[in-house]
């Protein structure tokens, strides 16, 4: 067997389950955002009417303004706590076995399922939870604090606890990576720690920033669940109205926003890899 | 009840002995054949979370000798399922107004009346479309006899002996509230809007649910006048839709529920005081210990029905299954079932047979409890002497004054309404 056709062989079964189970009720999403509905069943004759439909309400934008807003900022946060958490593990922790230990210690919330982690919040935000009680037995409170609990808060709160963990782990692998005797010569060549971080550190971590972005990004804007529950179905993302739309049966315009959705993510994850360029640098 | 289905049973074999003794061969074939594979046959139930239950999938098998298998999904689902997958559902345990959306589909069949034992002892606001009195009952919405009777791909206008679905439960819906954390008496609609409850408020996040019980708030409080809350016109959804948006800006609510659960947690832990509820839901939190209060209210209430239909694809012996499994149905463990739960059953007589006459005082008659009230699931969920608000039976159906429905513009309130969450 020729090399070539051992590596053909290797890919076929996830070739064969991302076409199966991915690309053809992808490709059924596609078709049917084009169909004509009567309200019961499809019929296959080609329409505008449901994209003309969604592009031609506010609310679609007022949504996807919204999606992208909670997107940006689970974003800013994760970086900045997975850049800081990957800097801490890689050039503060000297023992390998520390640091591998505290990486592990990093994924322990994950032993546990996304939902419970999720739902554990409520409680402890709620008007009569743990954290008001607290602050108001301290006496630094006299009113619950409402904001905490089906909130943009919470829903923050909920995906930065959720998701940062996918920004750490690529970007502490990219930091792992770096060439100690680089930021030794650097030193002694008389460089600042800001001028380490600013010149080495972060152009050689950017494909784990790219990488953990592009993991957020499509986690956040893909979800609703989290939206949902965090923000006591008081905020709408792009996910929830299809699923408002799809539970009326309602289905061409949620397929005409699905896809809507693929074509901003594809359209971001394309943009995050013209920038850096994954692939050259994975294989260094 | 189990001594009707028994007769039945009974008379059978008696008639397969009659017959066997006669010695005539030919007719014994057939009715053999029958017997023998009806124990084969298995019906598969689909229905929503409050009207699926193991327990009652399993007396129905126990007492029927074949196998009754129940799939719990929401409404929505069901629907799609009976127009999209007919073959993975035997019968489908609909709210009368998905009728509106997926009879003229042609996938249910017409159920014989005539079949039906207990046919003329299920309630009149069903099988003529009237209250106990005998006068008209409120028609906003889908008023479920206007959906009962089939014909063709439509609707009869009076009762014709083929019943699109079996009508098996239904209630009369108003908000739940927490009478320890309010202090006062809560008598109408429009305190859903009052801000007195600012940020202590939930709704259902479904929009045709939601917007109804916001109408009943809206109309209760002399902002709208709706001509049909169950049909808005798109003005209307939009005035609704409006009020709703400043209410929410204003941060009257404090969340929207989307599961059953949620509205037992929002009301259980205090984040909300007054929301649109389900009667199961109060009972659970009462369950908990905690006072929970399904308040009868002087504008009426929203009602709902749900049916069993007919697949078209049931057919001979699974058909008559079918019919079996129907019928068994109405006999009072289901309807005794649901009463613990605060639901009504279509066929009271039986129902009553299968309760205690407690339970019977306590969820028809809306008298004060004389023992102890147990859930379905044997949890105390009323001490005695407290009664259920909002009286009777009677009292509370014929208080009906608008019914879950499908709206023309339903498309529409969709995306209104996705508009309002996301404000």
Redo the contacts between chains.
């Keep these: 067997m020729t090399p070539n056709r051992m590596s053909q062989l290797s890919v076929l079964p996830f070739t064969t389950i991302l076409t199966v189970f991915t690309g053809l009720p992808l490709l059924m999403v596609v078709l049917l955002s084009f169909w004509t509905f009567d ?3 499809y019929r296959p004759e080609f329409t505008l009417a449901n994209f003309a ?1 969604v592009f031609s ?3 679609t934008w ?2 996807f303004g ?1 999606t992208l807003r909670y997107a940006a900022i689970t974003w800013a946060i994760t970086l900045v706590l997975g850049f800081a958490v990957s800097f801490y593990l890689v050039f503060h922790v000297r023992n390998l076995k520390l640091q591998i230990g505290l990486f592990l210690l990093c994924t322990i919330p994950f032993w546990t399922s996304t939902v419970i982690r999720m739902i554990s919040w ?2 402890f935000l ?3 939870g743990l954290f008001n009680t607290g602050l108001m037995q301290l006496g630094l409170i006299d009113q619950p604090l ?1 904001f905490l ?2 909130s943009d808060f919470a829903v923050i709160l909920t995906y930065v606890n959720l998701f940062t963990l996918f920004m750490i782990v690529p970007i502490f692998n990219a930091m792992a990576k770096i060439d100690k005797n680089v930021i030794e010569a650097a030193l002694d060549a008389g460089a600042t720690g800001f001028q380490i971080l600013r010149t080495i550190i972060i152009p050689l971590s950017r494909t784990g920033i790219a990488l953990g972005t592009i993991f957020v990004v499509t986690l956040v804007m893909g979800d609703f669940f989290v939206v ?2 965090m ?6 993302t792009v996910v ?2 299809m699923k ?7 289905y061409p ?1 949620a397929a005409a926003m699905a896809v809507l959705l693929i074509a901003v993510v594809l359209g971001m994850v394309a943009t995050i890899l013209r920038v850096v360029d994954v692939r050259a640098e994975l294989a260094k | 009840m189990h001594s009707e289905t028994n007769a039945a049973r009974v008379s059978r074999r008696t008639m397969l002995k009659t017959l066997a003794g006669a010695g005539a061969g030919s007719v014994l074939g057939a009715p053999m054949i029958w017997a023998q594979s009806l124990k084969d046959v298995t019906l598969m139930h689909v229905g929503p979370s409050y009207s699926i239950f193991e327990d009652i999938a399993a007396a129905a098998s126990a007492d029927l000798g074949f196998k009754v298998e129940m799939q719990n999904a929401w409404t929505d689902a069901i629907m799609a399922r009976v127009v999209s997958q007919p073959d993975t559902i035997d019968i489908a345990d609909l709210e009368f107004w998905a009728m509106q959306r997926i009879w003229r589909s042609q996938k249910l069949q017409a159920i014989d009346t005539a079949k039906i034992t207990n046919w003329d002892k299920i309630i009149p606001l069903f099988r003529e479309g009237r209250n106990f009195d005998g006068s008209d009952m409120s028609r906003q919405g889908t008023m479920p006899f206007e959906v009962q009777f089939a014909e063709g791909e439509g609707f009869a206008s009076a009762p014709n002996g083929r019943a699109t679905m079996m009508p098996t439960i239904f209630n009369a819906d108003t908000l739940g509230i927490r009478p320890d954390l309010i202090g006062r008496d809560v008598t109408s609609w429009a305190e859903l809007l009052n801000p007195e409850f600012k940020g202590k408020v939930a709704l259902i996040n479904v929009p045709q649910i939601g917007i109804m019980d916001a109408a009943m708030a809206i109309e209760a409080r002399g902002d709208l006048t709706y001509i049909d809350k169950g049909n808005m016109t798109r003005d209307e959804i939009d005035a609704t839709i409006a009020i709703l948006i400043k209410a929410k800006q204003d941060g009257q609510f404090r969340a929207f529920w989307s599961s059953f659960d949620e509205s037992v947690n929002f009301m259980a832990s205090g984040e909300a005081v007054i929301q649109s509820m389900w009667s199961p839901a109060v009972t659970a939190v009462r369950g908990r210990g905690i006072d929970c209060v399904y308040k009868g209210l002087k504008e009426g209430y929203r009602g709902w029905g749900n049916g069993l239909g007919l697949m078209s694809h049931l057919e001979g012996i699974k058909l008559e299954a079918a019919y079996e499994y129907l019928n068994w149905m109405l006999t009072g463990p289901y309807g005794a079932f649901v009463a613990r739960q605060g639901y009504y059953s279509s066929v009271p007589e039986t129902t009553k047979a299968s309760l205690s006459a407690e339970e019977w005082d306590y969820w028809y008659g809306g008298k004060p409890a004389a023992v102890e009230i147990k859930d379905p699931f044997g949890t105390v969920m009323e001490q005695p002497g407290r009664s259920r608000d909002g009286g009777s039976f009677e009292d509370r159906i014929g208080a009906i004054r608008c019914w879950n429905t499908t709206m023309d513009e339903g498309e529409y309130l969709v995306q209104r309404w996705n508009d309002f969450v996301a404000s």
Aim: proline share 6%.
């Design positions: 309200g019961l069943e439909a309400s506010p609310v007022k949504i919204n409520i409680p709620g008007r009569e409402e609990l089906f949902r529950v923000s006591g179905g008081q905020s709408s929830s109205a408002n739309n799809i539970d009326q049966m309602y315009q």
